[in-house]
């Protein structure tokens, strides 16, 4: 389990191999994979981690962050979609759309991509001026016409409300593993940058899909910080919550550590061996 590479080739490289030497069969990310097959570097990003992954024997999988642009995996790959209902993008990275719930080795899995930009401001205003040069340019007769809008922020980058609501309702069975990119409301991570009020209907969201699938176990990322914590699903029921780090280049932490970007989940992992772990909290 990995988050935020943020198309950093040479850290999905690495992590891909360290999952090789972990035995690990499948790679998860936790969003911000780098899906940006919009562009030359995004394509070939997704060619070499392929490549190494089918040399490791390493399944990837990835859900969406706010950084990936979901739309275009969508219109890439919805007919090419596996047993399991990931949608391949290559023979060895595969995508879990919004609301995906599947089960591996006996373990009940769903997947809740998407969140706010903290920088979407910056973002937009990169585009503003790409288009602005591109008009400059065409005011002399250039022929080129590079598409600007939707290159750096991307809109469907979180769900509303009525989209993560219709999703959770068609299926309110509990899971024993929650894979998100954003936090839950709850956790309480001792460092955090997403914590604007435009970041919290999001996490409000993925709160809602705690407390309905009652998870042993939530992953995230997003925060590009290590953390675990313990936050209430139920009344008598607790969700342990693990935050990842990200790609060396996108953590703000002098003390960072590239290690604190993965963590091997052994399957099967079911609420009952959870609860064992932390009888107190069950209690």
């Known amino acids: 389990m990995t988050g935020d590479i943020h198309g950093n080739t040479d850290h999905a490289v690495r992590l891909v191999r360290v999952a090789g030497r972990q035995k690990c069969e499948r790679m998860f990310v936790l969003g911000d994979f780098g899906a940006w097959e919009h562009t030359p570097e995004g394509r070939h990003y997704f060619d070499v981690v392929n490549r190494v992954a089918r040399k490791q024997r390493v399944q990837v999988y990835f859900l969406d ?3 990936d642009k979901s739309s275009l995996v969508h219109e890439l790959y919805d007919d090419k979609a ?4 990931f949608l ?3 023979s060895n990275i595969r995508y879990a759309p919004r609301g995906h719930r599947w089960v591996w080795e ?3 899995f ?3 991509g998407g969140a706010y930009s903290v920088d979407k401001s910056w973002r937009l205003a990169k585009e503003a001026q790409s288009e602005r040069n591109a008009e400059r340019r065409r005011r002399f007769r250039s022929s080129r016409r590079p598409a600007t809008a939707g290159k750096l922020w991307f ?3 979180q769900m509303t409300d009525e989209e993560f609501d219709a999703v959770l309702a068609a299926n309110r069975t509990p899971v024993d593993v929650l894979l998100a990119h954003d936090k839950p409301r709850d956790s309480a991570p001792n460092w955090n940058r997403k914590n604007l009020p435009e970041c919290l209907p999001n996490q409000d969201r993925i709160q809602r899909a705690v407390n309905t699938l009652r998870p042993g176990l939530m992953l995230h990322g997003h925060l590009h910080y290590r953390y675990t914590d313990m936050i209430r699903c139920g009344a008598d029921q607790w969700t342990q919550v693990d935050g990842l780090g990200a790609d060396p280049e996108a953590s703000h932490r002098h003390d960072y550590d590239r290690d604190k970007s993965w963590l091997v989940l052994q399957l099967p992992y079911l609420r009952a ?4 772990e932390h009888p107190e909290l069950a209690s």
């Open 88 to 90: 391949v993008c290559r």
């Open 82 to 85: 596996d047993d399991d209902g």
């Open 65 to 67: 962050g706010n950084h």
């Open 155 to 157: 809109p469907e980058e």
């Open 110 to 112: 769903a997947a809740f």
């Open 273 to 276: 061996s959870a609860d064992r």
């Open 106 to 108: 006996g373990t009940r």
